[in-house]
Protein backbone atom coordinates (compact mmCIF):
# COMPACT_ATOMS: atom_id res chain seq x y z
CA UNK A 1 0.00 0.00 0.00
CA UNK A 2 2.89 2.43 0.72
CA UNK A 3 4.43 2.10 -2.80
CA UNK A 4 1.38 2.69 -4.61
CA UNK A 5 0.70 6.04 -2.18
CA UNK A 6 4.38 7.24 -3.30
CA UNK A 7 3.55 6.53 -7.01
CA UNK A 8 0.77 8.26 -6.82
CA UNK A 9 1.81 11.37 -4.61
CA UNK A 10 5.20 11.16 -6.64
CA UNK A 11 4.75 13.59 -9.46
CA UNK A 12 2.54 16.49 -7.71
CA UNK A 13 6.07 16.34 -4.67
CA UNK A 14 8.40 16.80 -6.98
CA UNK A 15 6.54 19.48 -9.22
CA UNK A 16 6.16 21.30 -5.76
CA UNK A 17 9.45 20.88 -4.11
CA UNK A 18 10.48 22.54 -8.13
CA UNK A 19 8.64 25.56 -7.73
CA UNK A 20 9.56 25.83 -3.89
CA UNK A 21 12.88 25.64 -4.64
CA UNK A 22 13.21 28.00 -8.18
CA UNK A 23 11.06 30.57 -5.58
CA UNK A 24 13.80 30.14 -3.02
CA UNK A 25 16.89 30.86 -5.35
CA UNK A 26 14.65 34.02 -7.12
CA UNK A 27 14.22 35.50 -3.54
CA UNK A 28 18.07 35.42 -2.64
CA UNK A 29 19.55 36.66 -5.62
CA UNK A 30 21.05 33.43 -6.69
CA UNK A 31 18.74 33.49 -10.19
CA UNK A 32 20.48 36.12 -11.91
CA UNK A 33 24.00 34.39 -11.08
CA UNK A 34 23.08 31.01 -12.51
CA UNK A 35 21.48 33.28 -15.84
CA UNK A 36 18.09 33.22 -15.87
CA UNK A 37 16.59 37.02 -15.14
CA UNK A 38 19.67 38.55 -15.96
CA UNK A 39 18.36 41.73 -16.77
CA UNK A 40 21.37 43.21 -19.32
CA UNK A 41 19.07 44.88 -22.02
CA UNK A 42 15.73 45.82 -19.72
CA UNK A 43 13.67 42.36 -20.50
CA UNK A 44 12.54 39.94 -18.12
CA UNK A 45 13.43 36.26 -19.01
CA UNK A 46 13.44 32.69 -18.29
CA UNK A 47 12.51 31.71 -14.90
CA UNK A 48 12.57 35.14 -13.27
CA UNK A 49 9.70 36.47 -15.30
CA UNK A 50 7.42 34.44 -13.10
CA UNK A 51 8.51 36.40 -9.73
CA UNK A 52 9.57 39.55 -11.37
CA UNK A 53 7.33 41.96 -13.44
CA UNK A 54 8.01 42.90 -16.88
CA UNK A 55 9.94 46.51 -17.51
CA UNK A 56 8.27 49.29 -19.28
CA UNK A 57 10.21 49.38 -22.36
CA UNK A 58 10.44 53.14 -21.78
CA UNK A 59 11.88 53.04 -17.91
CA UNK A 60 15.54 53.25 -19.05
CA UNK A 61 15.56 56.36 -21.29
CA UNK A 62 13.38 57.84 -18.37
CA UNK A 63 15.82 56.60 -15.83
CA UNK A 64 19.19 58.23 -17.65
CA UNK A 65 17.99 61.46 -18.56
CA UNK A 66 16.48 62.20 -14.67
CA UNK A 67 19.20 60.91 -13.49
CA UNK A 68 21.77 63.25 -15.48
CA UNK A 69 19.17 65.99 -14.74
CA UNK A 70 19.44 65.70 -11.05
CA UNK A 71 23.08 64.99 -10.92
CA UNK A 72 23.57 68.18 -13.34
CA UNK A 73 21.52 70.44 -10.73
CA UNK A 74 22.91 69.05 -8.03
CA UNK A 75 26.79 70.22 -9.21
CA UNK A 76 28.36 66.54 -10.40
CA UNK A 77 31.54 66.98 -12.57
CA UNK A 78 30.07 65.33 -15.99
CA UNK A 79 29.63 66.40 -19.89
CA UNK A 80 25.60 65.56 -20.17
CA UNK A 81 25.61 65.48 -23.91
CA UNK A 82 28.37 62.78 -23.66
CA UNK A 83 26.29 60.79 -21.62
CA UNK A 84 23.49 61.23 -23.93
CA UNK A 85 25.55 60.05 -26.80
CA UNK A 86 26.76 57.35 -24.78
CA UNK A 87 23.17 56.17 -23.66
CA UNK A 88 22.10 56.50 -27.20
CA UNK A 89 24.88 54.20 -29.21
CA UNK A 90 24.34 51.57 -26.30
CA UNK A 91 20.24 51.86 -27.50
CA UNK A 92 21.59 51.01 -31.08
CA UNK A 93 23.95 48.34 -30.38
CA UNK A 94 21.26 46.58 -28.97
CA UNK A 95 19.32 46.82 -32.34
CA UNK A 96 16.80 49.94 -31.82
CA UNK A 97 15.53 50.86 -35.24
CA UNK A 98 15.21 54.35 -36.30
CA UNK A 99 11.20 54.34 -34.51
CA UNK A 100 12.67 52.90 -31.63
CA UNK A 101 15.87 55.70 -30.93
CA UNK A 102 12.57 58.20 -31.77
CA UNK A 103 10.88 57.31 -28.65
CA UNK A 104 13.67 56.77 -26.76
CA UNK A 105 15.29 59.75 -27.40
CA UNK A 106 11.79 61.92 -26.70
CA UNK A 107 11.55 60.04 -23.41
CA UNK A 108 14.87 60.68 -22.09
CA UNK A 109 14.87 64.42 -23.36
CA UNK A 110 11.44 65.30 -21.59
CA UNK A 111 12.39 63.02 -18.63
CA UNK A 112 15.53 65.73 -18.58
CA UNK A 113 13.66 68.85 -19.19
CA UNK A 114 11.06 67.88 -16.45
CA UNK A 115 13.52 66.68 -13.87
CA UNK A 116 15.42 69.83 -14.39
CA UNK A 117 12.77 72.27 -14.88
CA UNK A 118 10.94 71.02 -11.51
CA UNK A 119 14.52 70.86 -9.39
CA UNK A 120 15.37 74.47 -10.35
CA UNK A 121 12.80 75.67 -8.47
CA UNK A 122 14.10 73.84 -5.23
CA UNK A 123 16.65 75.66 -3.06
CA UNK A 124 16.88 72.32 -0.47
CA UNK A 125 16.88 69.85 -3.77
CA UNK A 126 20.24 68.62 -2.92
CA UNK A 127 20.11 66.66 0.34
CA UNK A 128 22.84 64.35 1.29
CA UNK A 129 20.37 61.79 0.95
CA UNK A 130 20.03 62.62 -2.65
CA UNK A 131 23.55 63.06 -3.93
CA UNK A 132 24.02 59.73 -2.28
CA UNK A 133 21.57 58.29 -4.23
CA UNK A 134 22.65 59.91 -7.49
CA UNK A 135 26.63 59.41 -7.57
CA UNK A 136 26.54 55.51 -7.61
CA UNK A 137 23.72 55.37 -10.81
CA UNK A 138 25.59 58.09 -12.66
CA UNK A 139 28.73 56.49 -12.18
CA UNK A 140 27.38 53.21 -13.79
CA UNK A 141 25.78 55.35 -16.52
CA UNK A 142 29.52 57.28 -17.07
CA UNK A 143 31.34 53.60 -17.28
CA UNK A 144 28.67 52.71 -20.35
CA UNK A 145 26.86 50.47 -18.25
CA UNK A 146 22.79 51.16 -18.60
CA UNK A 147 21.53 47.80 -17.77
CA UNK A 148 18.30 47.93 -15.48
CA UNK A 149 18.51 46.60 -12.52
Same mark, same amino acid.
Given at each position: ???????????????? &???????????????? &???? =???????????? &???????????????? =???????? *????????? *????SYFAFEQSYGADP??????????????? &?????????? =??????????????????????????
Amino acid at each position: MHLRFWKICRPPVAVA &SAVALLFALSACGTMS &SLGG =GGDDDGASTGLA &SFTKKRADPMDRPTRV =GWTSARAA *RCGFVFDPA *RLRASYFAFEQSYGADPKRMQDIQKAYDYSLQ &STAEGAKHDA =GYCTRERVDEIRPELNRYLAGDFRTL
